[in-house]
């Protein structure tokens, strides 16, 4: 049974999610030979100032602009 982790920043819609899980399930059901039903995804959505990028925040301005 494999088991996704995702991480990302908050701000994606259910939408975007539900579009996200459907199609890494895809890859992952027909990449691993296994069931749709058998793959597991979970989102865990962490706040900007959570997160590092070489040794710094991004949070902090240099990384401010959004990619």
Do not use: N
């Not at 975007?16 to 597991?40: F, G, I, M, Y």
């Amino acid at each position: 049974m494999p088991m996704i982790s995702i991480s990302m920043f908050p701000g994606r819609t259910d939408e975007q999610k539900r579009a996200l899980v459907k199609e890494v399930t895809e890859v992952v059901s027909r990449t691993c030979h296994t069931p749709p039903q058998d793959v597991w995804i979970t989102i865990t959505e962490v706040p900007r100032e959570h997160w590092s990028i070489g040794g710094k925040l991004y949070s902090d301005p240099q990384h401010s602009p959004e990619r």
